[in-house]
């Protein structure tokens, strides 16, 4: 496909939002992007699906001032209650269930972020870095420091669980305030 066409087919494409979701109003979401139910969008967040597609899964938030792209050959993939912090840069990667990406932490194209891992705030994923699942993730470039236990890796869910009863309460006030 041709850049053209790249946009044309992708960036004509209207963003597929859950009835459940919560997508902030000065959040940006373009093209092929979908939103599973319960997922959420916060503010100042950009979501830019314009030559491939996003896809943000069930009970997963993307933070305040995150921005989500892609590549020609590959889109984005966010599994199920995954909890991407303030501020991160999403490349045109995979993240797989149940993670937690910290504030500030960058994961470039082709990257894999294995189920229940755990990638720390600052961190930067290069290109095409497979991470194991169950792993906790650190530095510039980031390497696996350790492998999460059971129960470490059990927890990190707690966290998009929380940001779902979060994102539920900020729609309903939403929809009262624009009822007024």
Same mark, same amino acid.
């Given at each position: +496909?041709?850049?053209?066409e790249?946009?044309?087919? !992708?960036?004509?494409? &209207? ?10 109003p000065? %959040?940006?979401i +373009?093209g ?8 959420s969008v916060?503010?100042c967040?950009?979501?830019r #699906?314009d030559?491939?597609?996003i896809e943000?899964?069930? #009970?997963?938030?993307?933070q305040?001032g995150?921005?989500? /792209?892609?590549?020609?050959? !590959?889109?984005? =993939? ?6 991407? #912090? /303030?501020m991160?840069?999403i /490349? ?10 910290g +504030?500030? %932490?960058?994961?470039?194209d082709?990257?894999?972020i294995g189920a ?10 290069? =290109?095409?870095t ?8 650190? #530095?510039?470039?980031?390497?696996v ?5 059971e129960?470490q890796?059990?927890d990190?869910?707690?966290w998009?669980?929380?940001y779902v009863?979060?994102? %539920?309460? /900020?729609?309903a006030k939403l929809?009262?305030?624009q009822? &007024?």
């Open positions: +496909m041709t850049h053209r790249r946009l044309e087919h !992708y960036l004509n494409q &209207e963003p597929q939002i859950d009835e459940s979701a919560f997508a902030h000065n %959040a940006v +373009m092929a992007v979908t939103l599973a139910p319960k997922s916060w503010p967040v950009v979501l #699906g030559i491939n597609s943000i899964g069930e #009970g997963s938030n993307v305040d995150s921005v989500v /792209h892609l590549a020609d050959d !590959y889109g984005v =993939k966010v599994g199920k209650y995954v909890t991407i #912090g /303030h991160a840069m /490349h045109a990667c995979t993240i797989e269930d149940e993670c937690l990406i +504030m500030h %932490a960058t994961i470039l082709g990257a894999v229940r891992s755990i990638v720390g705030a600052g961190a930067l994923v290069t =290109k095409n497979h991470i194991p699942p169950g792993s906790l993730v650190l #530095g510039s470039p980031a390497k420091v350790k492998t999460l236990s129960e890796q059990a990190i869910r707690h998009a669980e929380k009863e979060v994102a %539920a309460f /900020h729609k929809e009262r305030d009822k &007024e």
